[in-house]
């Protein structure tokens, strides 16, 4: 049972920075996390993810370069920090949860939070 909650989500300029937060209930050291964004109109897509441990690391080909995942056991906190930040960037941003294993793929995890919008302008 992990409740998640993301925060941090804002307007920025194009090229600005953002940093995300998703706070878990509970101790989530057998869990791996991601990111996942939904724009209107479209699917919700695989951004990135982390192993338990924090150890492996996955990334969208769209984010590679410019995101990254990071976790914080001990605070039950993942991130994902945003940097040169584009328009097509701007989304609903989902974190999500489940046993043991990095996925990539919605279907793949079991606990999601609510979202947290992030609008990028130029």
């Known amino acids: 049972q992990v409740t998640l909650v993301e925060s941090g989500g804002g307007l920025v300029q194009a090229g600005g920075s953002l940093r995300l937060s998703c706070a878990a209930s509970?101790?989530?050291?057998?869990?791996?996390m991601a990111w996942f964004r939904q724009a209107p109109g479209k699917e919700r897509e695989f951004v990135a993810t982390?192993?338990?441990?924090?150890?492996?690391?996955s990334y969208a080909d769209s984010v590679k370069d410019r995101f990254t995942i990071s976790r914080d056991n001990p605070k039950n906190t993942m991130y994902l920090q945003m940097n040169s930040l584009k328009p097509e960037d701007t989304a609903l941003y989902y974190c999500?949860?489940?046993?043991?294993?990095?996925?990539?793929?919605?279907?793949?995890?079991?606990?999601w939070g609510q979202g947290t919008q992030v609008t990028v302008s130029s």
């Open positions: 999500a949860a489940r046993q043991y294993y990095i996925g990539f793929r919605v279907n793949e995890y079991d606990y």
């Open positions: 509970g101790r989530t050291f057998s869990y791996a």
């Open positions: 982390i192993s338990t441990n924090g150890a492996r690391t």
